[in-house]
């Protein structure tokens, strides 16, 4: 693992980023064959199939794929597209995000070619009409590269990409501490937005928004913070210095212990994430349990430890992370490209974007939050297919979308010659797109 140093805060030189990659359909045709199948991508959490023959699909512009639980501890994915004549082997149900099913064969509904879990073809009628010619190979689904990290299951469509886990990397090294792997869904919602997918996702990659667009947030405390490149990938966090501070924002103000139940509530209540039910229970708890004069120091620490005594006493068991890995992990990763992962020890709070169709200003966009639960006692969730605008989404995220459109439409402007992201505060949206140009071979950020 690399630097563990600290909080880190890195610099960038400011940059001008190109209008292009969010507008262009030209560059969103580049970007299917330059990035989207040459790299991994976060298709679905282990837990969506636990039995032998449960499948969903993972929708990517003109591809559609097929992961299957194929064995008790085997996942297998294929192209979902038929080999005799390429009719598509699961349909996708009209205005849902994705297919999801249980089937002990794949039968295709043109000429009932059937397909094994492992992707084998087999009661092909009529057969020897093909004289011979059809083999086990060339019948056989098109396997498409999976792999599993953090308790989801990650598609690559290109057949020579490298490992998943050296992809992931620094972000796999310092995550694993936080063994994501126990995390279950408590909701998770998506829509079709106006926006192009970078849009979307740099929403939530940078902390220089929130005194704008969250001012209720500001009576909380100070959301400064910093976003740095991690290889392919980024990671943003706070300033705050001290074990716990870089990523979890206590209540400002005269009593922290106010201060930090009024945010956790107000959080919870407009969001439903980032704390989990024993965190807001703590927190309401901590006025009874400590004096007026107690430190933020002490109150963040007597919050914390409260709430993982409450939830060890139900069975569940947050993992034990150094402080220096807790400062060096910051608030949230940008899993290269789409995927904004904020991690915690016993919640998370994810967001997916990509593109919709073949035009640069919509986007498929998902926000899934999770918690550690005892065992057997996570919610049942789906995804919920929830329209901007609609009370499901809570008020705080939807101040977050309202500035999407609006962007995609402000940066068509004869007049705006460009993003001009703040080096510090909105590193991680320039690191994504310099890695963005490393694989698309075009759109450099250029030095201001
Ligand atoms: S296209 Fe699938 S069996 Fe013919
Ligand atoms: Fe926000």
């Known amino acids: 693992m690399n630097d563990l140093s600290g909080n880190p805060q890195v610099h960038y030189q400011p940059k001008l ?87 002990n064969r794949f039968i295709c509904g043109y000429h009932g070619w059937n397909f094994g879990l492992d992707g084998a073809a087999s009661n092909i009628a009529c057969r020897q009409d093909w004289q011979g010619k059809l083999t086990p190979e060339n019948t056989a689904l098109g396997q498409v590269r999976v792999d599993c990290w953090g308790g989801w299951i990650w598609i690559n469509l290109d057949p020579n990409c490298e490992p998943l886990r050296d992809y992931l990397e620094p972000a796999a090294s310092v995550l ?81 212990r106010k201060a930090t139940a009024e945010m956790v509530a107000y959080t919870m209540e407009h969001v439903n994430s980032n704390f989990s039910q024993s965190l807001l229970d703590a927190a309401m708890r901590l006025e009874d349990e400590l004096p007026e004069t107690a430190t933020e120091e002490e109150v963040l620490k007597h919050w914390l430890s409260s709430a993982r005594q409450a939830d060890a006493a139900q069975g569940v068991v947050w993992p034990t992370v150094a402080p220096e ?64 605008g609609d009370p499901g989404w809570g008020s705080v995220l939807s101040q977050d979308f309202s500035n999407m459109a609006a962007v995609q439409q402000g940066m068509k402007s004869t007049g705006f010659a460009g993003p001009r992201p703040n080096p510090k505060e909105e590193g991680a949206v320039v690191a994504l797109h310099e890695t963005l140009a490393t694989y698309m071979g075009l759109g450099r950020p250029q030095t201001i």
């Not at 716990?244 to 009593?255: A, E, F, P, V």
Request: hydrophobic share 35%; charged share 25%; proline share 5%.
């Open 17 to 103: 980023l190109e209008t292009e990659p969010y507008l262009s359909r030209e560059y969103l045709k580049l970007e299917r064959d330059r990035l989207w199948r040459r790299v991994w991508l976060q298709a679905a959490r282990l837990e969506e199939i636990p039995n032998v023959g449960d499948f969903v699909t993972y929708e990517i512009l003109d591809d559609s794929v097929i992961i299957v639980r194929s064995g008790t501890d085997q996942v297998r994915a294929f192209h979902n597209v038929c080999v005799h004549r390429g009719r598509r082997l699961i349909d996708i149900p009209p205005g849902a995000r994705n297919a999801t099913g249980n089937r």
């Open 176 to 256: 694993d501490h936080f063994e994501l792997q126990n995390l279950r869904y408590k909701w998770r919602r998506w829509g079709v937005f106006d926006c192009n997918w970078k849009v979307a996702i740099e929403a939530f990659i940078e902390t220089y928004h929130v005194p704008a667009t969250h001012p209720e947030y500001m009576k909380f405390g100070v959301y400064q913070g910093w976003g740095r490149q991690e290889g392919l990938h980024s990671s943003l966090g706070y300033d705050a210095k001290g074990e716990n501070k870089g990523r979890l924002r206590l209540g400002s103000g005269k009593d922290a």
């Open 325 to 388: 890995l807790v400062a060096r992990s910051g608030v949230a990763w940008n899993i290269f490209p789409n995927f904004r992962l904020g991690h915690a020890v016993n919640n998370g709070l994810c967001y997916q974007a990509r593109p919709y169709g073949d035009d640069p200003d919509k986007c498929i966009f998902e926000v899934s939050v999770f918690e550690l639960y005892p065992e057997g006692a996570a919610p049942k969730t789906e995804w919920v297919h929830t329209p901007l």
